[in-house]
């Protein structure tokens, strides 16, 4: 028995697939090159073993991913078209450890279509994260006005685009107006290690909502692809935790008599190597 997915099926339900993300924009997975079982062969090419059970190949991804062993990770490929505000694609092009080709509006015609925002996302400026929007919405009609606003900009805009073009200014001057609401789209290619390191950084919190629901759309995706792996990456990664030297001196004045019976430890669904691990950080906080 061996960790292959049935790939047939998943083949068939996702690639090539779009995926609808905010008003106009997409995800399709274009294309992949392996899965759970390539990365444990992988893994495992220094002992020239293949695959073993489904259990000994979770531990071992497992232990991979718990402990930044991220070469075999590296091992799986996947290719993504994706469209995309561009203040958007503005951020996610700073994960430079992927391969892009982008739409060329020297090329072609840019598109006519333009994010807006939701309603729900008319928010006011937070005053704890300096980079993002509150919790607090503006009222319903200010927010509408906005909301009209931005759109009767973006259509002036497309308008005078379109102007230009038939006065027969270049594309590539006649675009340069154009807000960073306007769509773009690319093809998009990256290895699982280095994806998994955007979505850490992009499906969090702190990231900009929009860029957020692209990367929770990609999560998705990769949670049929590479079941164990994300899982792997979503216990040990996404919702893991790091304390610096000074929290942990301050953890360890409260934690001094911290103690755990065998018992609870055994059905804490931890495995017996990460009970180990666990003890050995415990011990640390002491
Ligand atoms: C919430 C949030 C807010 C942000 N705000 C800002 C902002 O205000 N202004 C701004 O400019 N950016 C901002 N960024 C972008 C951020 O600084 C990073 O550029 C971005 O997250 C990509 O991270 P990365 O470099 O680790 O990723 P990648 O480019 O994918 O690189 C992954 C890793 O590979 C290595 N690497 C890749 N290329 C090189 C290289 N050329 N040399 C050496 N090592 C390399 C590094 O170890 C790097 O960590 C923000 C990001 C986030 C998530």
Same mark, same amino acid.
């Given at each position: ?22 008003? !106009? +924009?997409?995800? *399709? ?10 990365? %444990? ?15 000994? #190949? ?7 991913? $718990?402990?930044? !062993? ?10 993504? /078209?994706? *469209? ?5 694609? $503005?951020?996610?092009?700073?994960? *430079?450890? @992927? ?32 980079? @993002? $929007? ?5 009222? =319903? ?26 006065? +027969?200014? &270049? ?19 990256? #290895?699982? !290690? ?7 950084? *992009?499906? #969090? !919190? ?6 957020? %629901?692209?990367?929770?759309?990609? @999560? ?11 899982? &792997?990456?979503? #216990?040990?990664?996404?919702?893991? %935790? =790091?304390?610096? /030297? ?41």
């Amino acid at each position: 028995m061996d960790i292959n997915n049935n790939k047939e099926l998943i083949n068939k339900e996702l690639i090539g697939k779009e995926f609808k993300c905010l008003d !106009h +924009g997409f995800v *399709r997975l274009v294309d992949y090159m392996g899965d759970d079982a390539a990365i %444990v062969q992988a893994a495992r090419v220094s002992y020239g073993k293949g695959t073993k059970s489904v259990s000994e #190949d979770t531990t071992l991804i497992r232990y991979l991913m $718990r402990n930044q !062993h991220t070469s075999p990770f590296e091992m799986v490929e996947l290719k993504f /078209h994706i *469209r995309l505000p561009i203040f958007v694609a $503005r951020q996610w092009i700073r994960h *430079r450890t @992927a391969n892009v080709n982008e739409y060329s509006g020297r090329y072609s015609e840019m598109s006519d279509e333009f994010y807006l925002p939701e309603i729900s996302q008319i928010r006011s400026q937070s005053l704890v994260n300096k980079q @993002a $929007r509150s919790e607090m919405e503006i009222g =319903t009609e200010t927010s509408q006005n906005i909301i009209s606003s931005m759109e009767n900009s973006q259509k002036e805009s497309y308008n005078e685009y379109q102007d230009y073009l038939e006065n +027969g200014l &270049a594309r590539e001057v006649a675009r340069i107006n154009l807000p960073v609401s306007n769509y773009t789209e690319w093809y998009w290619k990256i #290895d699982l !290690h280095n994806l998994f390191r955007f979505l850490k950084l *992009r499906m #969090d !919190h702190h990231a900009q909502y929009e860029i957020q %629901v692209y990367a929770n759309t990609i @999560a998705d995706i990769l949670k049929d692809i590479l079941p164990i792996s994300y899982q &792997a990456f979503s #216990d040990y990664i996404q919702n893991s %935790v =790091t304390f610096s /030297h000074s929290e942990l001196s301050l953890l360890k004045t409260k934690f001094a008599n911290l103690e755990f019976d065998e018992v609870e430890l055994k059905n804490s669904g931890l495995s017996k190597s990460e009970i180990v691990e666990f003890k050995n950080k415990i011990e640390l906080l002491k």
